[in-house]
């Protein structure tokens, strides 16, 4: 370019044009860079009902502590603003009143509703965030299980101070390794709902231990803190509306049933102890015939973890009633969450209709206005499950036979 500028007779007053683009560039990064300056980076929401309307809880980061060396500084890493009013976007507007900067919501990470507002329906509450075409919809959202979702939000949590970012974490972590709570963003969520298929399942987060003083800084400077907050089951819904929780189990079993689960353990009782396994690698898929008869299939690997009752390892049979074991138990709870679900809430949280739809359309179009009245209910699923266990750890050995 430098070449062709200094050849060209107008070089100079092309030199002139570059030099004032560089200038107009480098301007405006300085302009959005005070333009941060002039934001709240708010990290999650909080949604509760009140006898106004709502109250809606803001998580603000503090940039102020974010960006000192002190890290001694008593200041909290967060700032929170709350208020109640008819609509959630009044109730963030009004906020201005107590905060010196606009809230900004694009680096949100989790957004929770609390059982009461789920009760009654959350997309009302969330239809601001489905508008706002600047919002990113990447942020995660959860249901506040037995206690406000205020409450969450002003906890000091010890690994991690910001409560959102502890929540986050804590959410990628279970689904990498236990596969109790599902990971659901806000965009997966408003595709459930605009689809009419399928209905919505959600993590839940509770609090556990003393409620009183899980806002103050005394309960992140002790090793066991008084207040946790901690992941909960999967919540059930109808429609918008939640209607119910699924056990740790059957939390893990509808992982199984979408697909979205990686690893997890596997316990079973045996001669006066356990056998525990973890599962790794978990696929599954479901396919229907053309009489509504759908077929689920879970495959993948497994490793020994724990054995504490008398079973030799070197023993290939061993082996072989173990993988046979694991499987059955895995079948067992499935199908014991599919059929709890369908005699308890008749929500087809596991997308069977979405299934016959894309699959057996002209079948989809005979039962679909009647999949609630009686076909989801007497629908047959077979399970078919082919975990393999590949490892059997470093001992082969149970430990109590060496002694």
Known sequence: ????????????????????????????????????????????????????????????????????????????????????????????????????KRLYPNHMQV????????????LESLDLFFRDSELQKNFYVLISKDVSANQILKTLTPADSIVSSNIKKSLESDSSYLGITELVTYDELINTYLNPNKEISLPSVTLKGKMKGSDKIDNIEQSDSSTKVVLSQMAIFKDDKMIGYLDDKQSIALSFIKGKINNTIIKYKCNGGYVVVETTNSKSSINVDNKGNFRIKISGDAAINEVSCDINLENNNSISKINKQVNEEIKKNVNNTIKYVKNNYNSDIFNFLDILYKNQYSLYKKISNDWYKDKFKDSKIDIDVDIKVVEKGNTLRVIKNEK
């Not at 107008?10 to 560039?25: R, V």
């Open 111 to 122: 957004i929770i509703i609390s059982e009461d507002v789920a009760k009654d329906g959350i």
């Open 1 to 100: 370019t430098y070449l062709i500028i200094k050849s060209n007779k107008g070089g100079k007053f092309l030199k002139k044009i570059l030099i004032t683009l560089s200038f107009i560039f480098i301007c405006c990064g300085c302009y959005n860079y005070k333009e941060l300056n002039d934001l709240a980076i708010t990290s999650a929401i909080g949604i509760d009902k009140s006898d106004n309307g709502y109250k809606v809880t803001a998580q603000v980061v503090n940039t102020q502590k974010e960006g000192t060396d002190n890290n001694s500084s008593s200041d909290p890493k967060i700032i929170i603003y709350e208020h109640t009013s008819k609509t959630v976007q009044e109730a963030v507007r009004y906020m201005v009143l107590e905060s010196p």
